[in-house]
Nanobody, 121 residues
């Protein structure tokens, strides 16, 4: 089970931290991804942490502004979002995949409920 938290309404240029708490197996045994979905759009890849290796990759749209990190003791992954822009407004989801590495939403087996991030100017 994955449970996200930390969303909210913020102003342009500010920051938010999203959390994704995993229960059951250690998250390190999954490839963990962050995705977002804006109204009327498909799920968009944001960031991914490779299973076991732990290396992280980002979508070009968030590179340099967002950071994905993790805490093994808490079995939690985070998404630190800085310099938020209106185009970052979306429901953010964390997801878990058994694949070694994937940014394709259909290849993720487990999804959280999502947390809304709204950026206003």
């Amino acid at each position: 089970q994955l449970v996200e938290s930390g969303g909210g309404l913020v102003q342009t240029g500010t920051s938010l931290r999203l959390s994704c708490a995993a229960s059951g197996r250690p998250f390190s045994s999954y490839t963990m991804g962050w995705f977002r979905q804006a109204p009327g759009k498909e799920h968009e890849f944001v960031a991914v942490r490779r299973r076991f290796a732990g290396t992280v990759e980002y979508a070009d749209s968030v590179k340099g502004r967002f950071t994905m990190s993790s805490d093994n003791a808490k079995n939690t992954v985070y998404l630190d979002m800085n310099g938020l822009q209106s185009e970052d407004t979306a429901v953010y989801y964390c997801a878990a995949s058994f694949n070694q590495f994937t940014i394709t939403p259909d290849e993720y087996s487990y999804w959280g409920q999502g947390t809304q991030v709204t950026v206003s100017s």
